[in-house]
């Protein structure tokens, strides 16, 4: 590069100090001095501004070339893409379609069993409650008996007593020691006796209260147990459980 400056000076120096030709711009220069600066310069002139050349020449073919191929590349990739769209959408719209039918058959089968669990919770309700009125009954029916049987024995006793005392009183009329005794006792035996009815009574109640208490208890608990079973189906919760009784269980051990 620096000779091709020198020699471009040396041919400024030339043009400069050449004669003129007269009635003109023009002027006069050695050919050969010229010439040989001339095939100086291009010699020293770099390859690679002949090949920057070319490609300045074949810039738009280059570039003609390398648009062609980025719209082919692009049409290619909207083509793979659209491609790789529909079958990502036909595989969507499937597995869509299969979790649909299996939610659709999970929600059939959970409300088969829900039906299922309502009904047997509903007979075993219905059975509880039938064992429970029978079993309140037969106790209802013991204890009455119970009852009567033990006031009829202290009536009988009673008035077992009340003729015990009033033979002794008959008996011992005449002395008025003996006499007074003898209601005393009289009066004694008449009062354990209605004591021993009022106890027994009073025994026969409580049987009765605690019996009645007791049923009460378990038929609560069966509801509790029925309410939340219905609570869980209502809401969503999951499959319903229904508790035995805790009386129930000790009635079973019994």
């Known amino acids: 590069m620096y000779r091709v400056f020198e020699a471009l000076d040396e041919l400024v120096a030339i043009v400069e100090e050449a004669r003129g030709v007269p009635m003109t711009a023009g002027c006069v220069v050695p050919r050969g001095d010229v010439l040989e600066l001339l095939d100086d310069v291009r010699d020293a002139i770099p390859g690679e501004l002949d090949d920057a050349q070319d490609v300045l020449d074949h810039r738009d073919k280059l570039v003609g070339d390398a648009r062609a ?34 939610a659709d058959r999970m929600v059939a089968e959970a409300q088969a069993h829900a039906e299922q669990l309502v009904a047997d919770a509903q007979d075993e309700a219905d059975r509880t ?49 003996v006499v007074q ?46 309410g939340r079973g219905r609570q869980q189906l209502r809401t969503g919760s ?17």
């Open 238 to 254: 999951g499959v319903p459980t229904y508790d035995e009784p805790e009386d129930r269980r000790s009635e079973r051990r019994r």
């Open 129 to 177: 409650v039938t064992d429970a009125r029978n079993q309140y009954d037969d106790v209802t029916a013991r204890a009455a008996a119970e009852a009567d049987r033990m006031i009829e024995s202290g009536r009988a006793s009673h008035e077992r007593s009340v003729a015990e005392g009033q033979a002794e009183q008959d008996r011992l009329v005449s002395q008025t020691e």
């Open 69 to 102: 191929q980025a719209d082919q590349t692009v049409s290619s990739a909207n083509a793979e893409a659209d491609e790789t769209l529909s079958g990502s959408r036909a595989d969507a719209d499937r597995i869509l379609a299969d979790a649909k039918d299996k």
């Open 181 to 226: 005794a003898a209601h005393a006792e009289s009066s004694r035996v008449i009062d354990a006796a209605h004591a021993e009815s009022d106890r027994l009574r009073g025994e026969c109640d409580l049987y009765v209260d605690n019996k009645l208490a007791e049923f009460e208890e378990f038929l609560t608990g069966t509801i509790r147990s029925v």
